[in-house]
Each structure stands twice: as C-alpha cells, then as structure tokens.
C-alpha cells in the first residue's frame, strides 16, 4: 500500500493533526474509510490531495500498513502525487 503520513504535529483546537496521502485516489480513500475518517475530511488543496487526521487516528493508519515519513521524503512523495494523480476540472478527484 501506497499511503503516507507525516511527521507534522499541527494542532486544530484540542487535537494534534498530521496528514495522510496516497499515491493513488483509491488508497486514500480505501485507508480513509479503514480507520474511520469521514470522507468530508478529505482535502483538495493546490499542495496535493490529502486528509488532516488525528494522532489517534495516524497510529491506526500506521497499523493497518500506512508509512510514516520524515519531512523531506514527505515533501517528495506530495511533488510525485501532484503530478500523477488524476485532475478533473481543477479539482481532485476521491
């Protein structure tokens, strides 16, 4: 499986969110639903197509085969998605 997390702590109110991206709309959306993140959730900024999620929420993901990445392998890995995933009338499609 083809689905990252990084190392970012952000916080948004209470929680520490990092985020999760994927080489291909599928994985994403596949370990989306696995770890119970709402699809409502799901990002489509200009950086690359991604998913804020929890601590919590990042350690089921790492469980269920997702890899943790350091910043700059990180950073790569949105450059790849960016030019590789399907865009459809300037928005990503999930």
Do not use: Y
């Not at 209470?14 to 770890?35: F, K, N, S, W, Y």
């Amino acid at each position: 499986m083809s689905v990252f997390v990084d190392r970012s702590a952000n916080g948004f109110g209470r929680m520490v969110m990092c985020h999760m991206i994927a080489d291909t709309p599928t994985e994403l959306r596949g370990m989306a639903d696995q770890i119970g993140v709402a699809l409502k959730w799901f990002q489509s900024s200009a950086s690359a197509p991604h998913f804020d999620i929890s601590q919590s929420k990042k350690r089921l993901a790492i469980a269920a085969g997702a890899v943790e990445l350091a910043r700059g392998p990180f950073v790569d890995a949105v450059k790849r998605i960016r030019v590789t995933w399907l865009h459809n009338q300037g928005r990503w499609v999930l």
